[in-house]
């Protein structure tokens, strides 16, 4: 069975950090490119950072970073510097494009606030 699973959210006053994790098992995790995206409330869902080419968006460069560990199956993402903005459900995607297989989690949810 394939799954995703993210963990790590939680409330955080701003100016703080937290790092979140994606788990993967049913599949061959290191064939796939890992991408974090988030939505915020009234929101589309905005791609943060992807593993495939170490993109960033704008908003949170240099503040976030998305590393991972093939050997563990998981995919981190860690944030410092939290904003109120930053307050979102977060997502774990996984894709190949040959497969052309794409896969999400059911998501975090950061709340940053005081």
């Known amino acids: 069975q394939v799954q995703l699973v993210e963990s790590g959210g939680g409330l955080v006053q701003p100016g703080g950090s937290l790092r979140l994790s994606c788990t993967a098992s049913?599949?061959?995790?290191?064939?796939?490119?890992v991408s974090w995206y988030r939505q915020a409330p009234g929101k589309e869902r905005e791609l943060v950072a992807s593993?495939?080419?170490?993109n960033y968006a704008d908003s949170v460069k240099g503040r976030f970073t998305i590393s991972r560990d093939t050997a563990k199956n998981t995919v981190y993402l860690q944030m410092i510097s939290l904003k109120p903005e930053d307050t979102a459900v977060y997502y774990c995607?996984?894709?190949?494009?040959?497969?052309?297989?794409?896969?999400w989690g059911k998501g975090t949810l950061v709340t940053v606030s005081s």
């Open positions: 995607n996984a894709f190949n494009s040959f497969r052309n297989e794409n896969y």
């Open positions: 049913g599949f061959t995790f290191s064939f796939y490119a």
């Open positions: 593993s495939a080419s170490t």
